[in-house]
């Protein structure tokens, strides 16, 4: 296509020149030569053509199959525009050699006026080519391209407007000028002869050319430029493996390079967010993030949630590891699902013991109110839990919440007397029939329809403590509350 739009702009500019030229020139425009010329273009034309067709058709191979290029194929596409580029100009400078040769006897003035008609030619013909090129072969050059230092196919933004203002400002504007010099000088075009007709047709040449090359290498740069701004819209939206094709070595590739590597670092960062989250809690995570790597933390009102199992030793010494995993797996599965219900937060995996902590990070209101509601339904759902069994303890008051440890080494974790005392409630809890028991401070925090379901069991100073303890227990959960 390239080709032969600079062949007609080529004849639209010489043509009305026919009989304005000085008489050397005439041989020029002979039958001989225009037939000449016409067969050189059609050659010219098939030549470009087949290269073009075995190219890609070798490029297509691979592509159309979805296969990996190898080494070679990879090489024969980052240099198609290279190699494109110098098929164009040779098929015309080969063109302007025959020429010449045909009409060397007409001496000087013929030579050079096919020297500039050829220079013309070549100059349009080959930053068309390599414009038109650059769209088509977009997603080859994606699926052949593994590193961006490889995508050495196409100039960048600067170079693409700087070639169009040549071919379309520069070019015609010199063209022009050496109408003009050699039609007073008498050179080529007689002093005699007009050269209004053959400066129009440059002119028009020289819009379409313009237009053309504008509509070109704007949609060259708009086209990317748009998938990187759709593909972002899909980032917005959540979708966070999106990419974009990576095509070409210049401003524009480097942008979609980055952006690649920008939504590569998003999705891994979600992806270490998702992980952390899991260790720690999703709340936790998100303060991390926002607090960076402060040790920070504060005292806070929170009721804790002890649960701790029975037997899980005797059960490891008569099941295999793995037995014994699966048995605890289904078992935090249990706690996990529960906790999260009412906005708890998962402190800690002891070994066969969990500490689930309601109100921290995160302020949460009723956080009393949802620890005894999640400590109840754990007593009934554990209680159809095999092989093992298990006690509940809950307590509330004021705890440090917050990081400690060293400062590349830290744990989000709540330290204070309710966690004692929670964990010694649920020791005592094992030896009584519904393994659940909570203390006086946690009820008192409870709102009225929490408290109703609970009664008290006795005062007793616990394991470890100082201080006696009021313990209630579920009133009516599914058993019959007798010790």
């Known amino acids: 296509m390239a080709q032969i739009l600079a062949g007609i702009e080529l004849t639209a500019i010489a043509l009305p020149l026919r009989g304005e030229t ?44 979805a296969a990996e290029p190898s080494p070679s194929q990879r090489e024969s596409v ?48 080959s930053g068309a080519a390599l414009l038109f090129t650059q769209r088509t072969l977009r997603p080859i050059i994606a699926a052949a391209t593994t590193d961006f230092d490889e995508c050495d196919t196409t100039p960048g933004v600067l170079a693409r407007l700087l070639a169009m203002w040549l071919l379309c400002t520069a070019l015609p504007t010199v063209g022009i000028a050496v109408l003009v010099v050699m039609h007073a000088r008498g050179w080529i075009v007689a002093k005699t002869g007009s050269i209004e007709v053959p400066v129009v047709m440059l002119c028009l040449v020289s819009l379409l050319v313009g237009l053309r090359g504008m509509i070109v290498v704007s949609r060259s740069v708009s086209d990317p430029v748009r998938e990187v701004v759709d593909a972002m819209a899909d980032v917005e939206q959540g979708r966070i493996n999106t990419s974009v094709d990576v095509y070409e070595r210049s401003e524009i590739g480097r942008l979609q390079t980055g952006f690649n590597r920008m939504v590569a670092g998003l999705a891994e960062r979600d992806r270490l967010h998702d992980l952390f989250g899991r260790y720690v809690g999703s709340d936790v995570a998100r303060r991390a993030i926002v607090e960076g790597q402060s040790l920070s933390g504060d005292v806070r009102e929170v009721a804790i949630l002890f649960i701790d199992l029975v037997g899980s030793t005797q059960l490891a010494q008569a099941r295999s590891p793995a037995q014994v995993a699966e048995v605890l797996n289904h078992f935090f599965r249990i706690v996990v699902a529960a906790v999260d219900e009412r906005h708890g937060l998962i402190n800690k995996f002891q070994g ?46 004021q705890v440090f919440a917050g990081n400690i440890g060293a400062e590349h080494r830290y744990e989000y974790t709540v330290i204070g ?25 946690v009820l008192r925090r409870a709102n009225d329809v929490e408290r109703r379901r609970w009664i008290a069991t006795g005062s007793e ?5 100082l201080a006696a303890t009021q313990m209630f227990k579920p009133c009516n959960d599914g058993y019959d509350g007798q010790e």
Not at 358 to 378: D, H, I, K, Q, Y
């Open 78 to 125: 980052r240099k198609f525009a290279r190699h494109q580029t110098m098929v164009v100009m040779t098929t015309w400078l080969v063109s302007g050699a025959v020429l010449i040769v045909f009409n060397y006897q007409a001496g000087a003035p013929a030579v050079m006026f096919i020297l500039l008609a050829v220079m013309f030619g070549a100059a349009t013909a």
């Open 417 to 441: 007397d309710p966690v004692n005392e929670a964990a010694r409630l649920a020791d005592r809890a094992k030896s009584i029939a519904g393994r659940l028991l909570c203390s006086d401070a």
């Open 352 to 397: 066969d013991a969990v500490l689930a902590v309601f109100g921290a990070p995160l302020p949460t209101p009723g956080s009393a109110s949802n620890a005894l509601a999640t400590a109840r339904a754990l007593g009934l759902a554990l209680r159809q839990l095999p092989l093992v069994d298990f006690g509940i303890g809950v307590s509330a008051g």
């Open 22 to 65: 000085v008489a050397d020139i005439h041989a020029v425009f002979s039958p001989t030569t225009l037939i000449a010329g016409a067969v050189l273009a059609v050659l010219g034309i098939a030549t470009v053509t087949v290269y073009a067709v075995l190219k890609i058709e070798t490029s297509l191979t691979w592509f159309a199959a």
């Open 461 to 465: 100073t616990l394991r470890g403590r």
